[in-house]
């Protein structure tokens, strides 16, 4: 059974700095992408980052850009969000999810619980 | 950005009743369509990938179709456990963007 188990969320004060970590299992890690996607309280749904499956490549939304950084570690199936400068817009619960198909980017198969993120004085 | 206009906001529907959801793409998205289910408290549930193929375990009411911009979800007679939100999901060029979602609710 695919896992995916995020932990690293809650409260953080503006400017300051977070690390998400999201460990998995039930699965071969090191041949999948993975990705970062948030919902704002009462919000939609919106893309963060992926990183290809042995960590050559990642994408960001435009908000984030130079902001947070996507990493995983393969060896230890556990992938990560170092989150920097953080604003009080980034208030959301952030999923781990993974993509469908190995060593390609598309939907996403399976997502974790989420944790809270509140950025907050 | 390709952006993704889901409609309607809302829909109330009977048991029994087919519903549809809608999700327009402001350029072709070659099939690379899914859509979710989130119920409250909820992580999303993939229901349909690649426009029309149902994820497994997923009940066979639910059904995708559409091609190019124009997608659609069909729930062929609505069940109490289909309340909740749906969204689309572009997976076709970065950066990925989701429908604004629709809340279905039991009438």
């Known amino acids: 059974e695919v896992q995916l188990v995020e932990s690293g969320g809650g409260l953080v004060q503006p400017g300051r700095s977070m690390k998400l970590s999201c460990a998995a299992s039930g699965f071969t890690f090191n041949k999948y992408d993975m990705a970062w996607v948030c919902q704002a309280p009462k919000k939609g749904l919106e893309w963060v980052a992926t990183?290809?499956?042995?960590?050559?490549?990642?994408y960001y939304r435009d908000s984030v850009k130079g902001r947070f950084t996507i990493s995983r570690d393969n060896a230890k199936s556990t992938l990560y969000l170092q989150m920097d400068s953080l604003r009080s817009e980034d208030t959301a619960t952030y999923y781990c999810a993974r993509h469908f198909s190995a060593y390609t980017t598309d939907w996403f198969a399976y997502w974790g619980r989420g944790t809270l993120v509140t950025v907050s004085s | 950005d390709i952006q993704m206009t889901q409609s309607p906001a809302s829909l109330s529907a009977s048991l029994g009743e087919t519903v549809s959801i809608e999700c327009l793409a402001s350029e072709d998205i070659y099939n690379y369509l899914a859509w979710y289910q989130q119920k409250p408290g909820k992580s999303p549930q993939l229901l349909i990938y690649?426009?029309?193929r149902l994820q497994d375990g997923v009940p066979s009411r639910f059904s995708g179709s559409g091609s190019g911009t124009q997608y659609s979800l069909k729930i062929s007679g609505m069940q109490p456990e289909d309340e909740g939100d749906y969204f689309c999901l572009q997976g076709s060029k970065f950066p990925l963007t989701f429908g604004s979602g629709t809340k279905l609710e039991i009438k």
């Open positions: 990183i290809s499956y042995d960590g050559s490549s990642s």
């Open positions: 690649a426009a029309n």
